[in-house]
């Protein structure tokens, strides 16, 4: 009978690390929207991005564990999307806080030019979500000021990663 294991050596976990948490980021996201009924607003899409791209990058991770020099360039990559996406999260925390404008994309996406019966049933089928209004709080912090720290020390875990597999090949 074949076992399964998880991967043991320190590339393959940092690989590993990487992986998980884009994907845990990604999981609490959808749960919150399809169970939750919290609906994201553009700034909380993009935000989801940079997590798909670092997840896709810890399965490369996994790939080319046992070369060192590659897998340095993958984790730095992977903690520049982490840094991206917290970048977005602190711009989305400052639209939240009215500090400055969200996008032209944060209010709604409804077409003024259509005839009135056209915007009564896009009106009344579409949810305008705000990137202005915080969906949830705890402690005062929206999910995006969560989004934030999460992906910030996601991106200095994957940094530390980066240092360390730099030592190995060295």
């Not at 043991?8 to 980021?25: E, G, I, K, M, N």
């Not at 080319?64 to 984790?75: D, E, K, M, N």
């Not at 989305?92 to 969200?102: I, L």
């Amino acid at each position: 009978m074949a076992t399964m294991t998880l991967p043991t050596s320190p590339d393959r976990r940092a690989s590993t690390l990487v992986l998980v948490a884009s994907l845990a980021s990604l999981a609490v996201a959808f749960a919150s929207q399809y169970w939750g009924g919290l609906q994201p607003c553009v700034l909380c899409w993009y935000q989801r991005y940079p997590y798909m791209v670092a997840a896709a990058l810890g399965l490369v991770g996994l790939i080319v564990a046992g070369q060192p020099g590659l897998l340095r360039s993958i984790l730095l990559l992977a903690a520049l999307a982490f840094f991206v996406d917290a970048g977005i999260a602190a711009f989305h925390v400052g639209v939240e806080q009215h500090w400055w404008a969200g996008t032209s994309e944060c209010g709604s996406d409804i077409d003024l030019n259509g005839s009135t019966e056209d915007l009564t049933k896009l009106l009344l089928n579409q949810p305008v979500v705000r990137c202005d209004v915080p969906a949830w709080t705890m402690f005062g912090i929206s999910m995006a000021g969560y989004n934030f720290l999460y992906a910030a020390l996601c991106g200095l875990a994957a940094l530390w990663f980066a240092v360390r597999a730099r030592q190995a090949e060295a």
